[in-house]
């Protein structure tokens, strides 16, 4: 028996009770979804493999090909990506054991299966609080100094920047990250990124909108200093400038919402469809190119249902049930309060049970979390949102179960049968 919720049982189990025993070759024949000799490694989950393959092919692949497979000690080495953020390092005695994937910009669930849709600021609430971007400031003091550096953003690299870069150089390399749409940097203390008496670069993101994890130095570019060490420093999430103390970083605070709360995404091509008042925006509210649903055409929208003239600001199904019928509206803002059992911003769709996630962020008590809290079908199921149940739970492996995919299942043997039909 397990002494506490972070130790491991105090016995060891042959082939950890995830496998059986050759005995002509003392080797262990995992179960699905378990590999390592002892059988102690749990897989990431598989999905099917969607890029490169002719269509119609039924290939799958771990991560479906759209992600890395990594363990929950090494997500803190992901948390500049778009998935884990707020990442603290996990110890227990499983941090090794059970992995999970972090999926490629643009990509989403438990195997990375799903093509996300683009994300941006509701335009029925733009001016009810102030606007603030994500602001984040670079601190160089570097005497007579040489070389350069390398900025790191959501796990991609910029070419070498030299010490005497010019704000316009570092806002072109970083444009090139294909997570950021547009940036703007500019040098607000100094002339040059690094200098003798000390330099402040400030880089606004404009878009993507919202928080944005920090940028991070990487120093592999030979900067040094030829009278002293250098000092070199990334300042964010309110931080002040260490050189000039009246500057200050800001977290953004616009909202980063899927269809800009005004669309319901298609994961089987990413493309949101948008609701009736609403398409392609400019990122800001505008009519634009973003196919983000965020620019909003008409203010009110008139129907006809059975000789009745409805003019409402929330969403119409086709049946012109405003909230699908299962919500109810709020005219001021246009947005739908779903009843319980029900999501979406138009609320058409079922929701499914949570519990706490297998594999996920963690928090101090070492409880797999999301930002609720809690997740849907554990983290590593699919909600069915035409009937509110959890699918495929654990991926294409099966190895969890229940109404949330809070259970971890028993082996089946040659007949199917949990237990062989032997035990329970």
């Not at 290939?59 to 884990?84: E, P, V």
């Not at 606007?131 to 601190?139: C, G």
């Not at 940028?215 to 964010?236: A, C, E, F, W, Y």
């Not at 999501?343 to 929701?351: E, M, N, P, V």
Request: charged content about 15%; overall charge negative.
């Amino acid at each position: 028996m397990p002494t506490d919720s972070l130790t491991a049982h105090a016995e060891f189990a042959e082939c950890s009770n995830m496998g059986e025993c050759d005995r002509s070759t003392g080797k262990c024949k995992c179960r699905g979804g378990f590999e390592g000799a002892a059988c102690d490694i749990m897989m990431c989950p598989v999905g099917p493999l969607t890029s490169s393959i002719p269509e119609g092919t039924n290939i799958t692949a771990i991560c479906s090909g759209n992600g890395l497979c990594t363990s929950l000690r090494d997500i803190t080495n992901f948390q500049t990506f778009n998935t884990y953020l707020d990442y603290t390092q996990y110890t227990g005695f499983d941090a090794d054991k059970i992995h999970g994937c972090v999926c490629e910009e643009g990509y989403g669930g438990i195997a990375c299966e799903k093509r996300l849709c683009p994300k941006g600021d509701d335009p029925m609430t733009v001016g009810l609080t102030a606007s603030v971007e994500e602001v984040q400031m670079i601190d160089c003091l570097c005497t007579s100094c040489k070389g350069g550096l390398y900025i790191s953003f959501k796990g991609q690299q910029t070419p070498l920047i030299p010490f005497d870069a010019s704000a316009e150089l570092i806002q072109f390399r970083m444009s090139q990250f294909t997570s950021i749409k547009q940036v703007i940097v500019d040098i607000v203390e100094g002339t040059q990124m690094c200098s003798n008496t000390g330099s402040v670069t400030q880089i606004r993101f404009i878009l993507p909108q919202g928080p944005q994890p920090s940028i991070s130095i990487v120093r592999g570019g030979g900067l040094r200093s030829t009278m002293k060490p250098h000092d070199i420093s990334v300042r964010s999430k309110g931080q002040f400038s260490l050189i000039k103390h009246s500057l200050f970083s800001y977290e953004g605070n616009r909202n980063l919402l899927e269809c800009s709360n005004r669309g319901v995404c298609d994961y089987s091509t990413g493309m949101c469809e948008c609701f009736r008042g609403f398409r392609s925006s400019d990122g800001f509210g505008g009519n634009g190119t973003v196919p983000d649903c965020g620019y909003r055409y008409l203010d009110i929208m008139q129907y006809t249902s059975a000789g009745v003239t409805i003019a409402t600001r929330c969403p119409v199904d086709s049946d012109n049930q405003i909230c699908s019928g299962n919500g109810i509206c709020n005219e001021a803002r246009g947005t739908c309060t779903c009843n319980a059992g029900y999501g979406s911003a138009d609320c058409s769709q079922l929701t499914c049970l949570s519990s706490f996630a297998w594999f996920g962020n963690i928090n101090s008590e070492h409880r797999s979390l999301d930002s609720s809290g809690l997740a849907e079908c554990a983290g590593v199921g699919t909600c069915d949102t035409d009937t509110g149940t959890c699918i495929n739970c654990g991926g294409h492996w099966g190895v969890f179960y229940g109404d949330r995919c809070q259970f971890f299942s028993c082996p089946q043997g040659a007949n199917g049968k949990d237990c062989n039909n032997n035990g329970a």
